[in-house]
């Protein structure tokens, strides 16, 4: 079975500040998707960034990145120009086809002002 | 992206009661979808995956009997809490994933409370 696991339970990261969150995984798929999730205090799933294994070029999204190194089955996530909004818990995720989608423990985030 | 609507949003039952939530693809057709449970401040945890037209798959320590699972339809899942109690009472959240399993699209979350 797949894990995936977020090594940094809570972090917290001044406004206007870089900030990193951790993911690895276990895996002996070669076809599969991580994801990063953000769940605000109304706990709706926000899908962040998505990055296909196949591809090796880091997803990219506004201030979002990705360090996605295959080989070291590690997954980070990149939060640039951290704002207020972006406090909240991040959930990183693993999916293979057939559907199968398991979540790390979670990072809780907080940005000062 | 596609729309995951499930309902009810929150939910207050009695002990010895049983509870349906509903989870519904909008726009998409949805041959899987996935059960996730979620105490607080915690991950969610996968309970079931279900599939329509067949038997539901669940995760090993989830009680089949307890909370059944019913994909009748390509649009529609639902999971019923049956004689609810106490311990019951968590975040429940669906998924359903898109195309090969490439993206997954999340309900809004049902809050269940058993008293």
């Known amino acids: 079975a797949q894990t995936v696991t977020q090594s940094q339970p809570e972090m917290s990261v001044q406004e206007a500040e870089t900030v990193t969150l951790s993911c690895t995984y276990d895996t002996s798929e070669n076809n599969y998707y991580l994801f990063w999730y953000k769940q605000p205090p109304s706990r709706q799933m926000i899908l962040v960034i998505r990055q296909e294994a196949y591809k090796q070029q880091n997803a990219t999204e506004n201030r979002f990145s990705v360090n996605f190194q295959k080989a070291a089955k590690s997954f980070s996530l990149k939060i640039s120009d951290s704002q207020l909004g972006d406090t909240a818990m991040y959930f990183c995720?693993?999916?293979?086809?057939?559907?199968?989608?398991?979540f790390g423990a979670g990072t809780r985030l907080t940005v000062k002002p | 992206g596609a729309v995951v609507s499930q309902h009810p949003s929150r939910v207050i039952c009695k002990s010895g009661t049983s509870v349906k939530i509903e989870c519904r693809s909008l726009d998409f057709q949805a041959t899987t979808m996935f059960w996730y449970r979620q105490f607080p401040k915690q991950s969610l945890m996968l309970m079931a995956t279900?599939?329509?037209?067949?038997?539901?798959?669940?995760e090993q320590g989830v009680e089949k009997d307890k909370f059944l699972i019913n994909h009748a339809s390509l649009t529609l899942s639902t999971l019923t809490v049956t004689s609810a109690h106490p311990e019951d009472s968590s975040f429940y959240i669906c998924?359903?994933?898109?195309?090969?399993?490439?993206?997954?699209?999340f309900g809004q979350g049902t809050r269940l409370t058993v008293v």
């Open positions: 279900s599939n329509e037209g067949s038997k539901a798959t669940y």
């Open positions: 998924s359903a994933p898109a195309g090969a399993a490439t993206e997954a699209f």
């Open positions: 995720a693993f999916m293979k086809p057939p559907p199968d989608m398991r």
